[in-house]
């Protein structure tokens, strides 16, 4: 679709609550995505959008859940947290854990100034120890720089996690703040309409128009 219909599809999505967008054709109910958005409380009120997971291929061949993926960063003012399942497990050589890094790389340097959360999922199946910083680093995957390990299981992560999300929230307030000052610096000043009563009336028809007014 082009860019105008993307724009039409990902805010239909982020005022819907229901189901959005039907799976691609061609797929089984075993992989069809969906498209939702979810509403969570921390500090403040925010907009989840849980969006299709991306493959590693070209942006010309991925399907249109995968497009309205890349359409919702490119058009929204939005905050990103990318999850990656680095534990081998995730399916075949396109979800492997080198393509997730790859395709988070890319993502990452197409859009460098989104604020952005690394979350590794599935921490217990990792080999993980502290480095010299106290931070937890995986010894058998290359896991990005600052990336949170979580681990529903074991209950590991998570409030680190939240943590992170409520300083997403402060920095997504100053992303949002600046696109609407943007688009109020951008919109048409419009002139201002002459009232009908008073336009093209000489004084005659002015002092008229009152007579008329006040019977």
Same mark, same amino acid.
């Given at each position: 679709?082009?860019?105008?219909?993307?724009?039409?599809?990902?805010?239909? %999505?982020?005022?819907?609550?229901?189901? %959005?967008?039907?799976?691609?054709? @061609?797929?089984?109910?075993?992989?069809?995505? /969906?498209?939702?958005?979810?509403?969570?409380?921390? +500090?403040?009120? @925010?907009?989840?959008?849980?969006?299709? @997971? &991306? &493959?590693?291929?070209?942006?010309?061949?991925?399907?249109?859940?995968?497009?309205?993926?890349? %359409?919702?960063? /490119?058009?929204?003012?939005?905050?990103?947290?990318?999850?990656?399942?680095?534990? $081998?497990?995730? $399916?075949?050589?396109?979800?492997?854990?080198?393509?997730?890094?790859?395709? +988070?790389?890319?993502? +990452? %340097?197409?859009?460098?100034?989104?604020?952005?959360?690394?979350?590794?999922?599935?921490?217990?199946?990792?080999?993980?120890?502290?480095?010299?910083? $106290?931070?937890?680093?995986?010894?058998?995957?290359?896991?990005?720089? @600052?990336?949170?390990?979580?681990?529903?299981?074991?209950?590991?992560?998570?409030?680190?996690?939240?943590?992170?999300?409520?300083? &997403?929230?402060?920095?997504?307030?100053?992303?949002?703040?600046?696109?609407?000052?943007?688009?109020?610096?951008?919109?048409?000043?419009?002139?201002?309409?002459?009232?009908?009563?008073? +336009?093209?009336?000489?004084?005659?028809?002015?002092?008229?128009?009152?007579?008329?007014?006040?019977?």
């Amino acid at each position: 679709p082009d860019d105008d219909e993307q724009v039409s599809q990902v805010l239909a %999505a982020a005022e819907n609550d229901d189901d %959005a967008f039907a799976a691609p054709q @061609g797929e089984t109910e075993d992989t069809k995505r /969906k498209f939702r958005r979810r509403r969570f409380k921390l +500090r403040a009120v @925010g907009q989840i959008m849980d969006t299709p @997971g &991306l &493959l590693e291929r070209p942006d010309d061949d991925r399907n249109d859940m995968e497009d309205l993926t890349m %359409a919702t960063m /490119k058009f929204l003012p939005s905050a990103v947290v990318f999850v990656m399942d680095l534990s $081998g497990a995730a $399916g075949d050589l396109k979800s492997s854990p080198e393509a997730q890094l790859r395709v +988070r790389d890319d993502l +990452r %340097a197409k859009f460098p100034k989104r604020p952005w959360i690394d979350v590794v999922a599935k921490a217990d199946l990792l080999d993980l120890h502290p480095d010299d910083t $106290g931070l937890l680093v995986a010894t058998d995957v290359q896991a990005p720089p @600052g990336a949170i390990f979580v681990s529903v299981k074991h209950d590991r992560g998570l409030d680190d996690l939240r943590t992170a999300v409520s300083h &997403l929230l402060d920095k997504l307030q100053l992303v949002t703040s600046a696109y609407a000052t943007s688009v109020a610096r951008n919109a048409p000043v419009l002139p201002k309409a002459t009232p009908p009563t008073t +336009r093209r009336m000489n004084k005659r028809q002015q002092r008229r128009a009152a007579r008329a007014a006040a019977n």
